[in-house]
C-alpha cells in the first residue's frame, strides 16, 4: 500500500508514494502558494491524486518551519506566523494528520532508515541555501520549550560578525552554508569549484570553507558528545570530497582528539528525497 509523502518548501510542494523498497513513486510537485489556505488545498488535491495510485494510504507531512506543541506554524520564507496549519489540515482531510518540521522529519528519516539507524545519540546536518538539521536523544528528536527544535544554523560561531536574517550576528549559517561557499567560488559555481579542488586548484578557498564547517561541529561535539554525526543538504551532491573534507578538519580538533573520539562523521542516505522519505517516517512512526 505504502505511505504518502509530502513535502512542503518554501517554493515548491512535492509529494509520493513510497514503499518498503523505499522508493519514491509517483512523484507530483506543485509551486508553494502564498496563503495558508491555499498551502492546504494544494497539500489536499495532491494527496488525493496520490491515493488513485495508493488508496487509503497514510500520510504524512514535512513543513517548512516553527512548529509548537499546538500545531502552529511559524515560516518566515512561507509568510506564516503562529497559524494552526495542522488544525487546518484535519479539517479539510478530515482526520488525524501527522505534520512535522521539514528538518526534524529528515531527521527521523536518517533514523529510520538511513545513516542513524539503530543510533541512540546522532546530529544530521544538512548544508545548502542555510544549514539545517537536527539532533536525536535516546533515539528521540531533542525538543525544547513548547516542542520547539532548536535551530543548529543559528549558533554563533563569530561574535557580532555578519548580519543574519533571523536578526543575529555572526551565525553559524552565514561562514558555512553551501550558499555562502557560492559566494566564495564566485566566479565558479560550487561544482566547478570542487572539480577544481580535486585537481588540487583553488584549495585555500575550500580550506577556508571547510574550517568554518568544522567550527560549528566542534560546538556541536562538545555539547552532545554524539556517535554519529551525517551529513546531507545540497552541498552532498558534490560527492564523497565534501564529507571527507569535513571528516579530517574536525578529526584535527581538540573536541575530536581529546573529547569524541568515537563519532563518526558519514554522508546521509537521503538527499534530494529526504523531505520525503521525512514525511513518511514520520507517518510510519504516529502508528
Known amino acids: 500500500m505504502g505511505i504518502i509523502g509530502v513535502d512542503v518548501g518554501g517554493t515548491h510542494i512535492k509529494t509520493g508514494i513510497v514503499k518498503n523498497d523505499l522508493e519514491v513513486r ?35 507531512i514535512s513543513f517548512a518551519g516553527t512548529w ?9 520564507q512561507l509568510g506564516l506566523k503562529k497559524v494552526p496549519v495542522k488544525q487546518m489540515l484535519e479539517d ?16 527521523m528519516a536518517e533514523h529510520r532508515y538511513g545513516a542513524l539507524k539503530g543510533c541512540e545519540t546522532g546530529i544530521l546536518l544538512t548544508f545548502g541555501t542555510g544549514i539545517g538539521g537536527g539532533v536525536m536523544i535516546h533515539g528521540q528528536p531533542l525538543r525544547g520549550h513548547q516542542g520547539l527544535h532548536g535551530e543548529l544554523g543559528h549558533m554563533i560561531t563569530h561574535l557580532d560578525g555578519r548580519q ?42 575550500w580550506e577556508q570553507y571547510i574550517h568554518e564547517v568544522a567550527a560549528g561541529i566542534q560546538s556541536l561535539l562538545m555539547i552532545f558528545m554524539p556517535e554519529i554525526i551525517a551529513i546531507g543538504g545540497g552541498l552532498s551532491n558534490a560527492g564523497s570530497i565534501v564529507v571527507d573534507s569535513i571528516r579530517q578538519a574536525v578529526e584535527k580538533t581538540s ?33
Open 26 to 60: 509517483f512523484r507530483q510537485e506543485r509551486r508553494t502558494p502564498g496563503a495558508a489556505q491555499d498551502i492546504v488545498q494544494v497539500i489536499y488535491d495532491i494527496v488525493k491524486d496520490a491515493w488513485r495510485h495508493a488508496p487509503d494510504a497514510r500520510v504524512g
Open 68 to 76: 509548537d506543541n499546538e500545531g502552529c506554524v511559524t515560516a518566515n
Open 92 to 107: 479539510v482531510f478530515g482526520m488525524p494528520i501527522p505534520v512535522e518540521n521539514d528538518a526534524v522529519c529528515a531527521l
Open 164 to 205: 543574519c536574517s533571523c536578526g543575529q550576528k555572526g551565525c553559524w549559517e552565514q561562514y558555512a552554508a553551501a550558499r555562502t561557499l557560492g559566494q566564495m567560488a564566485a566566479p565558479l559555481t560550487v561544482k566547478e569549484l570542487v572539480d577544481c579542488v580535486r585537481e588540487g586548484d583553488h584549495t585555500e578557498v
Open 255 to 287: 573536541a575530536f582528539r581529546t573529547y569524541c573520539p568515537f563519532t563518526k562523521i558519514v554522508p546521509a542516505r537521503f538527499l534530494n528525497d529526504a523531505g520525503i522519505i521525512g514525511a513518511v517516517a514520520l507517518a510510519d512512526s504516529a502508528f
